[in-house]
C-alpha cells in the first residue's frame, strides 16, 4: 500500500540535539518545535543508551524555558537584599556597571576580592572553563576550587588508576554480579536501568549497597544499607576477605599494581564482624557479599557519589575501586569497575584556554559560607555566580545566607530563572538555557560526546556564557568581545579529530567503539601504567591516613545521620523551581514512633547549626537511624526556608577537599500535628 506523506506544517520541524545537564547519561534529544516553540522533548538514538527515552526530569523543561521564574531581562536590585524586586535596565548598562564595579574592587582591595562562583548547572564544555576563565586568569580575581561533588571520587580514581575509563551501560549484560554502590540510577542516570535488567534476566547478582531501600534495592539479591560514613570498613572487610581466605589475585598484583601490602595491612583490623557492627549491617550478609564478590566473574561495581559524601568519602571511594584489582576481577567484558568516564575522550579545559592559571587565592566552594563572613585578606567584596544556585546546594546554608545578605557584597547572578541565589543579586543577567544556544555535551556514564543546537531563540534578552564573559572581559580590557558560534570554532579547533567530528557529524566517534574493556582495551593512566593501590601523593592528605577510617560524629544530642540524596524531580538544584509541594522527611517509623511523629506531621530536624521545618514521610524504605530529604530542594519548599543544608557541617572529606553532607548529624521533633 502507499504511503501517503504527512501534510507539510509551515515552521513545523524536530530538532536534533543533546542533554548536557550533570548526569552521567548525556541523551540524544528530539525536540519538536511548533512556529519557534517547543512543543516536545524526546530520547533520540544517536548516544545508543539513550534509546529513544529520557528523564521525566527533561521532559518538562519546556516550563523551565518558559515558565514564570524564568530572567528575562538583566536587572538590577531596588529592595533590600532578598526581597527579590529587581528593575529592568539595558544590557550594556548592566554590563558597564559590573565591569566598574571590577575595576573599583580591584583597585581598593585586589583582584582576589573578586570570587567566580560556578558548578555544572549546565554541564557542557562550552559553558564553563572557556571565555569565563580567560576572563577570572586575566583579571586575577580568586580561584575557585569545585568540590562539591565528585572531588573525593575523582581524587581516588585519579591516584589509583589515573581515571581509567570504566565500563559501559552497554557492557553491564555480560557481568554475573553487578554491585551499585552509593548509586541509585533511578534518580540519576536512568538508563544504565534496563541494562542492569538484562544482566538479572541472565542471570547477574545484584548487590546494592545504599542506606534507603530504593527500588533497584527491592529488586536485589542482596541488600546492605548501611549506616552513611560506614561504606569503608565495609569495602576494607572485603579487602581482608580477598587477601585471608585466598582469593587475592596473586599474578594481577604482581604484575599490575604497586602498594598491595599497605592495602593489605590496612585491611587487616577489618573482620567481617567488625566491619559489620560499625556499620549496622548483619555479619552474615556482609560475609554472604564477600563471598559472592570473590567467586563471580565477570564480577562489576558500579562505584556512586553517594559514598562519597562523609568524612571517609576518599578512602572509602579507593577501597572500592581497589576491589577488582586485588580480586582479579579485570581483563573481560562487563569485569571491573564503573565511576567517571569523563576523560575517555582525552579532553582537558587546558587545551583551549590560553591564559596560564595565577597563583591567587584558592578557595573551597563548600566553605562558601565562610569565605563571604570571615575572609579578611582581602574581604570577599563581589560574589559572581553563574551555572549555580549556592544558597541551595552549598553545605552551612545558613552562614551563605548571611554572606549573601551583607551590605558591602556585591552580588552578580547570571542564571537562566531567579533561584534562591538570584534573590540576594545586586545585579541579574538572564541566560539562555541549553535549548536555545550551541554547547557539547560529554556523557561520563556512557562515552559519547555530542554537538548541543540551539532549538529555539532565546527568550527574553537571555545571551550565552560565551558571549557574556568575553563582554565584560573587553569592557575591562582583558579580552575582545566573541560571538558564541566563534568561541565553539576556536574550542573545537583544539579538540583534535573529536572536535572535528562534532562539528561535520554532530557527534564524535568514540574510542574503541565505545566500549572498552578494562585491561584488554585500556589502562591505568598512571606514568608507568600501573594501578597504584596506595598511592603516597594522596595518603598524606587524610587526616586519619589512607584507609584510614574516622568514626562516626552522632552524640547522644545529635543521634541521627542525616542524608540528602538525589531524587526523580531536580539534577542537583536545576528545575527546583518546578516544585510545587513541600518537601518532606523520610524517617523509619520506628525512629518516628518514639518522637510521637505520625504521617504527614510537621517536624522539626535541628543541629547546632541550624533547623529544617516539614512534613514527615513514614517510610521502611529508609534504615533505622538515618533519614533522608532530599537533594536539590529550594527554600521554598520547607515551612520555614532552610532546607537540608542548614544542617550540613562545611567539613571536608578526608581526599580531595568535598562536601560532607551526609556527615549531619540532628534530632528531630514534633513541630505540629498534621
Ligand atoms: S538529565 Fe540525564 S536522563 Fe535526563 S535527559 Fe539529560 S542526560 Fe538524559
Known amino acids: 500500500m502507499a504511503r501517503t506523506a504527512p501534510p507539510e506544517t509551515w515552521g513545523h520541524s524536530t530538532v536534533r540535539t543533546a542533554c548536557p545537564l550533570d548526569c552521567p547519561d548525556s541523551c540524544t534529544l528530539d525536540i519538536t518545535v511548533e512556529q519557534g516553540r517547543i512543543q516536545k522533548i524526546d530520547g533520540g538514538d544517536e548516544n545508543p543508551v539513550t534509546r529513544n527515552f529520557i528523564c521525566a526530569k527533561v521532559r518538562r523543561f519546556a516550563e523551565r524555558v518558559y515558565g514564570d521564574d524564568r530572567v528575562l531581562y538583566p536587572a538590577v536590585r531596588k529592595g533590600p537584599k532578598g526581597q527579590g524586586t529587581f528593575t529592568r535596565v539595558p544590557w550594556d548598562e548592566a554590563l558597564d556597571l559590573i565591569a566598574a564595579r571590577m575595576s573599583e574592587i580591584k583597585t581598593r582591595h585586589g583582584g582576589e576580592a573578586i570570587l567566580p562562583f560556578y558548578y555544572g548547572g549546565s554541564n557542557g564544555l562550552l559553558t564553563q572553563n572557556t571565555n569565563d576563565a580567560e576572563l577570572w586568569r586575566r583579571f586575577g580575581t580568586s580561584r575557585l576550587a569545585t568540590t562539591v561533588c565528585a572531588a573525593p571520587t575523582g ?135 564477600a563471598e559472592l564478590y570473590a567467586r563471580s566473574s565477570p564480577a562489576l561495581v558500579r562505584c556512586g557519589w553517594g559514598l562519597e559524601r562523609n568524612r571517609n568519602g576518599g578512602s ?100 537562566q530563572v531567579f533561584t534562591d541565589t538570584a534573590r540576594y543579586a545586586d545585579v541579574v543577567l538572564p541566560a539562555t538555557t541549553f535549548l536555545e544556544q550551541y554547547d557539547i555535551a560529554k556523557g561520563y556514564g556512557p562515552i559519547t560526546l555530542q554537538l548541543v543546537r540551539p532549538v529555539i531563540e532565546p527568550c527574553g534578552e537571555a545571551r550565552t556564557n560565551a558571549q557574556v564573559f568575553s563582554a565584560i572581559a573587553e569592557r575591562l580590557g582583558v579580552g575582545r568581545e566573541e560571538e558564541e558560534i566563534d568561541t565553539l570554532l576556536r574550542i573545537t579547533a583544539r579538540m583534535g579529530k573529536a572536535g572535528a567530528d562534532l562539528m561535520q557529524a554532530g557527534s564524535a566517534a568514540p574510542p574503541h567503539d565505545g566500549t572498552p574493556i578494562q585491561f584488554v582495551d585500556v589502562f591505568p593512566l598512571t606514568p608507568d601504567r600501573k594501578v597504584n593501590l596506595f598511592p603516597e601523593e594522596i595518603a598524606g592528605d587524610a587526616p586519619a591516613g589512607l584507609y584510614g577510617y574516622q568514626p562516626d560524629p552522632a552524640t547522644g544530642r545529635f543521634p541521627l545521620a542525616l542524608i540528602s540524596p538525589a531524587t526523580e ?31 504527614s506531621d510537621a517536624v522539626r530536624v535541628f543541629n547546632q547549626l541550624g533547623e529544617l521545618h516539614c512534613p514527615a514521610n513514614l517510610t ?55
Open 155 to 289: 581524587a581516588a580514581n585519579l591516584a589509583l588508576y589515573g581515571k581509567m575509563p570504566g565500563v559501559v551501560y552497554q557492557d553491564y549484560p555480560h557481568a554475573k554480579l553487578i554491585v551499585l554502590w552509593g548509586v541509585n540510577p533511578s534518580a540519576s542516570g536512568i538508563h544504565l536501568i534496563p541494562y542492569v535488567k538484562e544482566a538479572q534476566a541472565n542471570g547477574a547478582a545484584l548487590v546494592v549497597i545504599d542506606p534507603r531501600t530504593t527500588s533497584l534495592a527491592k529488586k536485589a539479591d542482596l541488600h546492605l544499607a548501611v549506616r552513611p560514613g560506614s561504606d569503608l570498613p565495609v569495602a576494607l572487610a572485603l579487602h581482608r576477605f580477598l587477601f585471608e581466605e585466598g582469593h587475592a589475585d596473586a599474578a594481577f598484583l604482581d604484575g599490575h599494581t604497586h602498594g598491595a601490602d599497605r592495602l593489605r595491612a590496612a585491611a587487616a583490623p577489618w573482620t567481617i564482624d567488625r566491619a559489620a557492627q560499625e556499620a549496622e549491617i548483619d555479619a552474615a550478609d556482609l560475609r554472604r557479599f
Open 316 to 415: 572509602a571511594a579507593a577501597a572500592v575501586l581497589a576491589l577488582p584489582s586485588v580480586g582479579g576481577k579485570f581483563g573481560v567484558r562487563g569485569g571491573g569497575f564503573s565511576m567517571s568516564n569523563s576523560l575517555a575522550f582525552g579532553l582537558k579545559a587546558a587545551q583551549w584556554i590560553d591564559t596560564p592559571e595565577p597563583a591567587t587565592r584558592l578557595v573551597n566552594m563548600n566553605h562558601l559560607g565562610r569565605a563571604l563572613t570571615t575572609y579578611t585578606n582581602p574581604p570577599v567584596q563581589m560574589l559572581f555566580v553563574y551555572n549555580c544556585n549556592p544558597l541551595a546546594t552549598m553545605p552551612d546554608q545558613n552562614r551563605v545566607l548571611e554572606g549573601l545578605q551583607r551590605d558591602d557584597l556585591f552580588t552578580v547572578v547570571f542564571e
Open 569 to 599: 524531580k531536580t539534577i542537583s538544584s536545576t528545575l527546583g523551581e518546578l516544585r510545587e509541594r513541600a518537601a518532606m522527611l523520610h524517617i523509619h517509623p520506628a525512629d518516628a514512633a518514639p518522637r510521637g511523629i505520625a504521617q
Open 620 to 674: 521502611p524504605d529508609i534504615r533505622r537511624g538515618t533519614v533522608a530529604f532530599s537533594k536539590g530542594v529550594w527554600r521554598k519548599n520547607t515551612y520555614n526556608g532552610s532546607t537540608s543544608n542548614a544542617l550540613a557541617p562545611d567539613s571536608l572529606t578526608d581526599l580531595g577537599a568535598g562536601a560532607c553532607f551526609n556527615d549531619a548529624r540532628v534530632q528531630v521533633a514534633l513541630l505540629g500535628r498534621h
